[in-house]
């Protein structure tokens, strides 16, 4: 790993084997621009999908977990303290986004080969550099799966589904919206990338993996507590979501967090 404190930000350029890194959070807001590879990034309402080229945000405080599978990643962490413009650098960080972009990717690079290879004018290159990089995140278009502003109503379906997935129904949820069912499923869709299913699934693994990582509940009480059928049909939506069985990544899980105490 190249790091670099400038002041206004830490600025580094990490690459990452295949690992599970259990839940925490960060004290700053962090920034990860993919130049390599990829990981899946999982937060308790939902999972985001990051490959090369694929930015994400996420404000500071945020709890989430990852699974890697190799990557190499520039790393930016505004440091909320520093004079900054930072009304307008937070607008980045107002919550957890993914964005493809090739011309971060670009910046990013030319960040790692500075922090790769520094002189004396890193430091005045890296900040540069990082500041071009929030202004082509500001200037480009809204995060993967956003359709122009996000209806109050959204956020309330969205809230209820994260409440109880499994007991949300679709007309449910667009009673609680005013909307019609189909409208609801195709602006839902727009906004999230994921239709109304998928998310709720999504959220139920989530708090599946919790408890896997947190606790010794056995796993076939946390597939039935989760809304599944039964363990089988639990052990393969579970591989698809975090690409490990539940049991392979309750071991990786506990002795991730073993080995931190």
Known sequence: MSALEIGRFRVSSTAFGACVLPWHHHDRACLSAVLKGGFSEH?????????????????????????MHGSHQVIVEPDPDAEIAW??????????????????????????TELEAADAFTPLAVEGLTLELFSALLRSTSPTGAAGTKPAWLSLVRERIEDDPRL????????????????????????????????????RLQWAAQRLSTTDEPVSSIALRAGFADQSHFTRAFRAHSGLTPRKYRLATHVSRRADH
């Open 43 to 67: 937060f308790v309402s939902r999972s985001v999908e990051c490959v090369t080229a694929g930015v994400l945000a996420k404000p500071a405080g945020e709890r989430h977990h990852d699974v």
């Open 168 to 203: 949300a129904t679709i007309d449910e949820l667009a009673e609680i919206a005013n909307v019609h069912p189909a409208y609801l499923a195709r602006r839902f869709r727009q906004q999230f990338a994921v239709s109304i299913g998928q998310y709720a699934r999504r959220v």
């Open 87 to 112: 009304l307008e650098v937070q607008r980045v960080f107002d919550g957890v986004s993914y964005r493809r972009s090739d011309v971060v990717w670009a910046i990013a690079a030319r960040i790692a």
